[in-house]
């Protein structure tokens, strides 16, 4: 993957050309994103940058044969880190599983779309009900690679995804290498929770962070990769985070999307009527969603579609990006108080937090509803 593939994050890219033309190439890079922002298609883009036999005009040649190598996950020295358990594609005990037996599925769904969001990945991997780790395992073979002397005479590169799920024990067997590893080695680990990163672990990297794109720039992405009109380039793009991966995977599961609306709309509406018991009714719906992927998506559905309201509660419905449902988003904002996005979005943000940490959904849906109700009821001063 080449810098001019990549749409966004122009200052990131000069970043790491920089370092490159410097010689001051990191050991451990650690690149933090929003889910599907592009960490880690700029990680591939910068190992490839560092491999290319023919550099010109500030980016790889794209057709030099290292560059060849990489661009279709092929390069000997290019290892992919990532937090795998059994799940219905490949048996086995999970503590003994390494990223290896699950290499083919990462790089079809890479090669497919580098945008791609966590579920997604999950579900590719066919481990979208269990909660993935980074264990000993992987660490050994990590080490394993590291061991092997280089087949090319480039960078090699180890890329870990989501270093937040990493145990302590595994963490410990790569601190060296993360620290000191062998010449013309690079570790790019791509994180969405950095505060969640094992701190001996994030001590060692050289911490970039990887910028949301503004609607825009997004639109004219979306409208590029998936070919569709410039309209729905944006609506979709007004509603995605400024997350490539999150828009295409909206654009790919309409009926999902389609799901959580109704969910969503259901619990407003209830809480509006002032209904707690039909709104906990929502709740249950939500903890009963087929995995924690699918529950932390529709807490950033959710997400944006509070701050949806709180535009047109504002007058600035026309910012939002909603089309067809703008009645009954205009409808919602007149009936709940300002106060309510602020609120809804705190707890909508804590929900998802207690998701990723495998709190029982059942008890943080039922205290996110009880907090939306909550912030619904200051407009009566209840």
């Known amino acids: 993957m080449r810098f001019a593939e990549i749409p966004g994050n122009q200052s990131i890219k000069q970043a790491m050309l920089n370092m490159v033309e410097s010689g001051r190439v990191p050991h451990s890079l650690m690149l933090f ?7 880690l298609a700029l990680g591939l ?50 503590k003994t599983l390494t990223c290896d037996s ?38 050994r073979a990590i080490m394993n690679k590291l061991s092997l002397a280089p ?21 410990n067997m790569l601190l060296k290498s ?15 929770s950095p505060e969640s990163v094992i701190s001996t672990i994030s001590s060692r990297c050289q911490g970039i962070r990887v910028l949301p794109l503004g609607k825009e720039e997004l639109a004219g992405a979306v409208q590029f990769l998936a070919g569709i009109s410039s309209d729905e380039a944006a609506s979709v793009a007004a ?27 259901s619990l407003i509406d209830s809480l509006i009527c002032n209904d707690l018991s039909a709104a906990l009714q929502v709740g249950e719906a939500l903890s009963g969603l087929e995995s924690r992927e699918k529950q932390k998506a529709f807490c950033i559905f959710a997400g944006e579609a509070v701050r949806a ?19 009954w988003y205009r409808e919602a904002a007149g009936k709940l108080p300002q106060s309510f996005a602020a609120g809804a979005g705190t707890a909508i943000s804590r929900a998802a937090s207690m998701i990723e940490r495998n709190v029982s959904a059942k008890m943080v849906f039922c205290n996110l509803v009880t907090r939306l109700y909550y912030e619904r009821q200051r407009k009566y001063n209840i």
Request: net charge negative; aromatic share 10%.
């Open 33 to 39: 994103e929003n889910d599907g922002c592009g960490a």
């Open 45 to 94: 883009a910068f190992l490839q940058y560092l491999n290319c036999q023919d550099r010109r005009d500030g980016d790889s040649c794209g057709e030099c044969h290292n560059c060849r190598q990489i661009s279709k996950l092929t390069f000997p020295d290019l290892r992919f880190t990532f937090p795998i358990t059994s799940g219905t594609k490949v048996s086995g005990e999970a």
């Open 102 to 139: 699950y290499a083919p599925l990462w790089k079809e769904q890479v090669l497919k779309n580098p945008y791609f969001i966590e579920n997604e990945l999950t579900s590719a991997l066919g481990i979208e009900k269990k909660s993935g780790l980074i264990t000993v395992a992987e660490g």
């Open 151 to 171: 087949v090319s005479d480039g960078y090699r590169g180890i890329f870990i995804w989501l270093p937040e799920k990493m145990n302590q024990s595994t963490a």
């Open 178 to 192: 993360l620290e000191e590893p062998e010449e013309k080695t690079i570790f790019i680990l791509i994180t969405h």
């Open 239 to 265: 509603i995605s985070g400024g997350s490539i991966g999150a828009a295409l995977q909206r654009l790919s599961d309409e009926g999902e999307t389609s799901v959580f609306d109704d969910l969503f709309k």
């Open 309 to 327: 309201i709180m535009l047109y509660g504002r007058g600035l419905g026309e910012i939002s990006g909603i089309g067809s449902d703008a009645p």
